[in-house]
């Protein structure tokens, strides 16, 4: 008898040593940096070979900025910072210039930001002067007692904290005036004048996103958006929820998230990603194919994310057409739009 429970005691301690050697080996890289420019209905037609050359040209320079800023041994949370002000800068994206019209033919924006290496995190909702949201939600984190500030009071915080202010109309761009007419005649069309129901699947996103890990292994995820055209009511999206569009654990993984914001809300999709690797064993591809091709895509959710796992895995997933994205590690380069170009 107490031979046949060593053996099993040997088998048992066998299996359990093999399940071990399965996980993946962490190799964590000096940094790692990822970043999208929304995800949508974005057609080939249109982004046409000049065009995608544009796009693709403010996203490497958002990500030179960024991996210069890792190179030279600089926090992730500066990294995502300077990173999305170049973005928010550019009238390409929908957030900062290029931010999309509210039904009233204004601009509110919304940004979010968090630090994993101590779960601080930083918000604001419904800003319509300040020039770089993103760095408004970091004061928040830093500067205040709270996570999320909205409308002339989030406004009024961050013209107290010395940030740089703009006009309202310094967001406006014929592109996005035009896709606000276009929405507003499909609303009268199909009788939805609630503003409860977007033009979705001619709706094209540009939320702007970014996630970094260190050389100290801190890992920050950033997001700023101008939200969805002809939103009223002061809706607000996922961009500015802690958990929603944006989470970040240096014990598990960052993760910026674009698309229909209520549904990113209600499956809580940032914060997901993040409990997939503390509570399960898949991998950070797995938890982003679960999430994004599975829960999202049944329930009729269309957006895409990014992530970065502590180990530096980079994961840039969608379930739309395509997605404005690209990512830096020593020696790996890539950015793209649709699937392969
Ligand atoms: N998620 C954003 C929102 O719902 C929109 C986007 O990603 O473009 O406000």
Not at 38 to 60: D, E, F, W
């Amino acid at each position: 008898m107490k031979y046949l429970s060593f053996i099993l005691l040997l088998i048992f301690i066998s299996c359990k040593t093999e399940n071990k050697s399965t996980k993946p080996v962490c190799n964590k890289p000096p940094y790692a940096i990822v970043i999208h420019g929304g995800a949508g209905a974005i057609s080939k037609k249109r982004i046409t070979p000049k065009k995608s050359k544009q796009y693709k040209a403010v996203l490497n320079a958002a990500l030179d900025k960024g991996e210069s800023i890792l190179k030279s041994g600089g926090s992730s949370m500066d990294a995502v910072c300077a990173t999305i002000e170049i973005l928010e800068n550019s009238h390409l994206f929908n957030a900062g210039k290029g931010a999309v019209f509210t039904h009233d033919g204004t601009h509110e924006l919304d940004a979010s930001i968090m630090d994993g290496s101590n779960m601080q995190a930083g918000a604001v909702g419904g800003v319509s002067v300040v020039k770089n949201p993103i760095y408004a939600a970091r004061k928040v984190m830093t500067n205040s007692a709270h996570v999320l500030l909205t409308g002339n009071g989030a406004d009024e915080f961050a013209i107290k904290e010395g940030l740089g202010t703009v006009p309202n109309d310094y967001f406006d761009t014929k592109r996005r005036k035009k896709s606000l007419k276009k929405a507003i005649r499909k609303e009268l069309e199909a009788h939805q004048e609630t503003g409860y129901v977007y033009p979705w699947p001619e709706f094209k996103y540009g939320t702007v996103g970014c996630v970094a890990l260190d050389n100290q292994g801190n890992i920050a995820a950033g997001t700023s958006t101008g939200g969805m055209t002809n939103k009223r009511y002061n809706r607000l999206g996922d961009s500015p929820i802690i958990g929603a569009g944006t989470y970040a654990n240096n014990n598990t993984c960052g993760v910026s998230c674009t698309g229909h914001g209520e549904y990113f809300i209600r499956y809580a999709v940032a914060h997901d990603m993040s409990a997939q690797l503390e509570y399960t064993d898949k991998s950070l591809a797995e938890a982003a194919q679960n999430i994004i091709h599975t829960k999202l895509e049944n329930a009729g959710g269309k957006g895409g994310i990014i992530s970065i796992d502590k180990c530096g895995n980079v994961v840039m997933d969608y379930n739309t057409k395509g997605m404005f994205r690209g990512y830096r590690k020593p020696n790996e380069s890539d950015v793209k739009i649709f699937e392969n170009e």
